[in-house]
């Protein structure tokens, strides 16, 4: 969300990740726009379907291919707190029999 503070403060922190980690950053939201140098999807019906409460910053691992969604961040966190989620997303994958 453009005017979230919270969503300023995280974004530098998943850009950061996405580079380190070479994972592809796709925004979506509810209205025009999106973060500077982050690109953008205006979907009000995904938006409200993943997130119904209205809170921010949410981040997800997801597959366009599958359209298969897992939660990872809800609200600001840590880069190595991020990094925890991520392999636990992974792993619970793998345990399923496949992986995003």
Known sequence: KKDCPYC??????????AQQYDFNI??????EGCFEGMSCLKNKGA?????????????YLANPATNDVIPIARGFI????LLENVKY???FLEQQGGLL
């Not at 938006?47 to 981040?59: C, D, K, R, S």
């Not at 840590?78 to 707190?81: I, K, N, V």
């Open 47 to 59: 938006v409200e379907t993943l997130n119904p409460e209205g809170a921010y910053p949410l981040l």
């Open 26 to 31: 796709e925004g979506l939201s509810a209205e």
């Open 78 to 81: 840590s880069q190595s707190a």
């Open 89 to 91: 997303a992974i792993k």
């Open 8 to 17: 300023h403060e995280f974004a530098p922190v998943v850009q950061h990740f």
